[in-house]
């Protein structure tokens, strides 16, 4: 996978040079740590980044799991952890399926990324995607399984850094709940894929009447976590065949490390799949 050929000028939509600058405006950008730092800080200077990875930690390549709280995974309720696991089941027979050139969005710490790699299925190439470099660079040194098909770009899912009908799939764990301004990473997804090509994401729902969702709403993250906005969203960008499935449903467990969603809030676990 030759990445270079891929990559555009966020502000300018014109293909960037070997050298990493912008054959228009003439902005240089960077790669570092094996991460290809495509983000426009005119465009994306008000997007926040959750994690604080340093690049003291990148060098040290600490554990994947010391930036994960110890204790996370047992305030997971069991009826959470089954739904993650059903979820997981059901994400598997679509990798399975996958083939070309995969782009994951906000690939973060790489849950997502984890279960790709774990597929038999091997017969696609992917570029790793996240707003924050840093959280890349460490996840990179910590997946970097199978090198020559994966491929990692620092780009705001807002303003992506790819070329038109470059994906034949496009993946996402969450973004929508953690990436405002949804309209436009809806647009930016279907132009990015082929025609034909297919969005799968899995995250959570909530219901209107929720605290979860009064919150997201604060956070402007509603879109993501109500199932008729998103699909209407998606709809909205030009998705047709738009399935979306409720795999199951938990009550979420009190967890601080976690702003969304609020304990006690019903949890709709679900798979979307939509078709450009």
Same mark, same amino acid.
């Given at each position: 996978?030759?990445?270079?050929?891929?990559?555009?000028?966020?502000?300018?939509? $014109?293909?960037?040079?070997?050298?990493?600058?912008?054959?228009?405006?003439?902005?240089?950008?960077? +790669?570092?740590?094996?991460?290809?730092?495509?983000?426009?800080?005119?465009?994306?200077?008000?997007?926040?980044?959750?994690? &604080?990875?340093? %690049?003291? *930690?990148?060098?040290?390549?600490?554990?994947?799991?010391?930036?994960?709280?110890?204790?996370? %995974? @047992?305030?997971? #309720?069991?009826?959470?952890?089954?739904? &993650?696991?059903?979820?997981?089941?059901?994400?598997?027979?679509? $990798? *399975?399926?996958?083939?070309?050139?995969?782009?994951?969005?906000?690939?973060?710490?790489? !849950?997502?990324?984890? &279960?790709? @790699? !774990?597929?038999?299925?091997?017969?696609?190439?992917?570029?790793?995607?996240?707003?924050?470099?840093?959280? =890349?660079?460490?996840?990179?040194?910590?997946?970097?399984?199978?090198?020559?098909?994966?491929?990692?770009?620092?780009?705001?899912? !807002?303003?992506?850094?790819?070329? %038109?009908?470059?994906?034949?799939?496009?993946?996402?764990? #969450?973004?929508?709940?953690?990436?405002?301004?949804?309209?436009?990473?809806?647009?930016?997804?279907? !132009?990015?894929?082929?025609?034909?090509?297919?969005? $799968?994401?899995?995250?959570?729902?909530?219901?209107?009447?929720?605290?979860?969702?009064?919150?997201?709403?604060? +956070?402007?993250?509603?879109?993501?976590?109500?199932?008729?906005? =998103? $699909?209407?969203?998606?709809?909205?960008?030009?998705?047709?065949?738009?399935?979306?499935?409720?795999?199951?449903?938990?009550?979420?467990?009190?967890?601080? +490390?976690?702003?969304?969603?609020?304990?006690?809030?019903?949890?709709?676990? +679900?798979? =979307?799949?939509?078709?450009?």
């Amino acid at each position: 996978m030759k990445i270079k050929d891929l990559l555009i000028c966020p502000e300018c939509k $014109i293909q960037i040079s070997d050298n990493m600058a912008c054959n228009s405006c003439g902005t240089l950008y960077e +790669y570092q740590y094996g991460v290809y730092d495509v983000i426009s800080q005119n465009l994306s200077a008000n997007q926040k980044t959750y994690w &604080q990875v340093t %690049e003291e *930690e990148i060098e040290k390549a600490d554990d994947f799991e010391s930036k994960i709280p110890a204790d996370y %995974e @047992l305030k997971l #309720s069991d009826e959470t952890k089954l739904a &993650q696991k059903k979820v997981s089941d059901y994400m598997d027979k679509l $990798i *399975e399926t996958f083939s070309g050139t995969v782009c994951d969005l906000a690939t973060g710490m790489g !849950r997502n990324l984890q &279960q790709i @790699l !774990r597929s038999q299925n091997q017969n696609f190439n992917i570029v790793c995607t996240d707003i924050d470099k840093n959280i =890349l660079a460490l996840t990179k040194k910590i997946k970097d399984i199978n090198e020559e098909r994966i491929a990692y770009v620092a780009t705001d899912g !807002r303003h992506m850094s790819f070329s %038109e009908n470059t994906f034949d799939y496009a993946t996402s764990l #969450s973004g929508f709940g953690n990436i405002p301004e949804s309209d436009k990473v809806a647009s930016e997804l279907y !132009r990015i894929l082929k025609p034909g090509g297919k969005l $799968i994401i899995s995250g959570g729902f909530v219901d209107k009447n929720s605290q979860s969702y009064d919150i997201a709403k604060e +956070y402007k993250l509603e879109i993501g976590f109500i199932e008729e906005y =998103l $699909i209407q969203e998606l709809t909205n960008a030009g998705f047709k065949n738009i399935n979306s499935t409720i795999v199951d449903k938990a009550i979420w467990a009190e967890n601080p +490390y976690d702003l969304l969603p609020v304990a006690g809030d019903m949890l709709y676990f +679900y798979v =979307l799949v939509a078709v450009k």
